[in-house]
């Protein structure tokens, strides 16, 4: 791992981003997972309207990035963020959420935007 640094500042608005559940287990999910917003509607039953805020909040800090693939919006983790290192080391301690994308692969709604 680079040497990085960030100031207290930056460290806490980025924490305070990852307070939220629901955000700290997007992040997670995209650490082994690229996902759509539809996945994340299904798996948090929430609106498409609040996941599309919680996206827009990872991606304005520069923690998510997004891809477009044909009609679809594919997001990721951003490995390039000067953030990463600091999200990397607290999703090591997280457990893995993959379940619920593997519940998702059950009912037939895990998106393959090809």
């Not at 680079?2 to 608005?13: G, H, N, P, T």
């Not at 509607?41 to 891809?67: C, M, N, W, Y």
């Not at 999200?87 to 090591?92: E, W």
Request: some cysteine; proline content about 3%; hydrophobic content about 40%.
């Amino acid at each position: 791992m680079k040497d990085f640094s960030l100031d207290l500042e930056q460290a806490a608005v980025i924490l305070k981003l990852l307070g939220d559940k629901t955000r700290l287990t997007m992040v997670k999910l995209l650490e082994s997972n690229d996902c759509c917003v539809c996945e994340f509607v299904e798996i948090f039953k929430a609106s498409q309207p609040a996941i599309s805020q919680h996206i827009r909040k990872l991606k304005d800090a520069g923690i998510v990035r997004e891809t477009r693939r044909g009609q679809w919006i594919i997001y990721s983790l951003n490995k390039e963020s000067a953030y990463y290192p600091l999200v990397q080391s607290l999703l090591h301690f997280l457990p893995s959420q993959n379940e619920k994308l593997q519940e998702l692969e059950k009912q037939g709604l895990r998106i393959t935007c090809e």
